[in-house]
């Protein structure tokens, strides 16, 4: 019978690559607790609706990408593209936008795109969205808060940021006719996608990765010719920010992003160790996607950043991504039975970091030592007849030369605490629950 497969550009996450996955998850949660952000967690599946008017009808992702369909009712449902979108149906749907919020959110999103490296159908994010500020500062918190992050993920060395703005809809709305002025009287020298987008979005020509059409694109107007002066103060507020807070940026006047709801500033981490699919994190300020959604016009800001593309650069960069070892092996005799699991739960209870495997399946007490072994523990801890008959365990270091010691259970305790700090000892015992082995 053939075997089924995963789905194309669906990955599985392996154990062995767990770890790294999650230290980014840990690293980005720990610092957005730092920075007053609460999580949010929403749906996978939206109404189609929702992406048609959030991030536009003649977008790529809207025309091709996402995986759209009927469901028994006859909806339009849409596995999620991007999060922001869905957040910000949350919020006004749950009555959050009545006073400033500052969220963060992590999962699966979905693109029907042509996989390849650091590209998936099914990826992965972190985000953050800050709802109800509008000026430049919090624009630059969230910059400093992701410079942040690749320094503790030790990948800061490998990314850098640009930025641009567009203004808001006015600046857009003439800059986009003088635009599409300009590149019409040479659009036989665009390529064939960006001469589609001259009537449908030609903003997003700006970012055009053809050669020939990024050639022609430096003799075109600047949106920053456009700004007014609202428009132009909150940007150049942005990178007197950022110089005063150290973080490094390039402007960059062709940085457009993808997606139809952004206003003002817009940003991108890229790297060049991933080859085409540079961009690490991005996102920018989106102050008409509320009211576009249903909402009282609310300011709102913020990012995303792809788990699978910084575990690649991680990866790339030599980190470790192996399991942290077990800290000790329980192993018995079989007529300890079930006493061994009260055992454990009773030392877990104890010790709430103590990383601690019980030997399950039968068989000697010289394969259980093996297996102790092979699990990487420090300790083993043994509960032979003569330990079931006086309630005390055998405590076999496994990684040093240092003699076994057979103790009262109270003492094993104390002895994994002192040598296992992260174990932390909970003083006063549970209660409950019987000691003795």
Not at 81 to 109: I, S
Request: proline share 5%; charged share 30%.
């Amino acid at each position: 019978m053939e075997k089924i497969r995963s789905v194309r550009g669906m990955h599985d996450l392996l154990p062995d690559r767990a770890p790294l996955w999650q230290r980014v998850e840990d690293e980005a949660r720990a610092l957005f607790e730092r920075y007053g952000f609460r999580e949010i967690r929403t749906p996978i599946v939206e109404h189609t609706e929702l992406f048609r008017r959030s991030i536009g009808e003649v977008t790529d992702i809207v025309e091709k990408e996402m995986y759209t369909f009927l469901d028994r009712n006859g909806d339009s449902l849409t596995l999620r593209p991007e999060g922001t979108a869905g957040v910000v149906r949350a919020c006004e749907e749950g009555g959050l936008l009545n006073q400033v919020q500052r969220l963060w959110y992590r999962g699966p999103m979905f693109r029907h795109e042509r996989p390849q490296k650091g590209r998936l159908r099914q990826f992965h994010q972190i985000g953050a969205e800050v709802f109800g500020l509008a000026g430049p500062d919090i624009d630059a918190e969230l910059l400093a808060l992701t410079a942040r992050l690749w320094r503790a993920l030790g990948i800061a060395d490998r990314v850098r940021l640009e930025i641009n703005t567009l203004g808001g809809a006015a600046d857009r709305a003439r800059y986009r006719e003088t635009l599409v002025a300009w590149l019409g009287e040479r659009a036989e020298r665009l390529d064939p996608d960006s001469r589609r987008r001259l009537s449908t979005n030609p903003l997003r020509i700006l970012d055009s990765k053809d050669p020939g059409t990024q050639a022609l694109l430096a003799g075109a107007p600047r949106l920053l010719d456009f700004l007014d002066a609202e428009d132009r103060a909150h940007f150049e507020a942005l990178c007197t920010l950022l110089d005063e807070l150290g973080v490094p940026f390039r402007v960059n006047e062709r940085l457009v992003r993808g997606l139809d709801y952004y206003t003002r500033t817009v940003f991108e981490w890229t790297t060049d160790a991933l080859g085409a699919q540079g961009t690490v994190c991005a996102g920018g300020r989106y102050d008409g996607l509320v009211a576009q959604l249903g909402g009282r016009p609310t300011p709102a800001v913020g990012f995303a950043l792809g788990v699978e593309r910084v575990v690649l650069l991680l990866e790339e960069g030599g980190q470790d991504a192996q399991l942290p070892p077990v800290d000790a092996y329980l192993a018995g005799v079989p007529e300890a039975g079930g006493r061994l699991l009260v055992l454990a739960e009773w030392l877990r209870d104890r010790l709430p970091g103590l990383r601690l495997m019980t030997h399950c399946g039968g068989g000697s007490f010289k394969s259980q030592l093996k297996k102790a072994d092979r699990s990487g523990a420090r300790f083993a801890l043994l509960v032979g007849p003569e330990e079931l008959s006086t309630s005390t365990v055998t405590l076999k270091p496994l990684r040093s030369d240092e003699p076994q010691r057979t103790l009262p259970v109270e003492a094993v305790v104390a002895a994994l605490a002192s040598h296992l700090p992260h174990a932390g000892e909970r003083h006063g015992g549970p209660s409950g629950r019987r000691t003795a082995v």
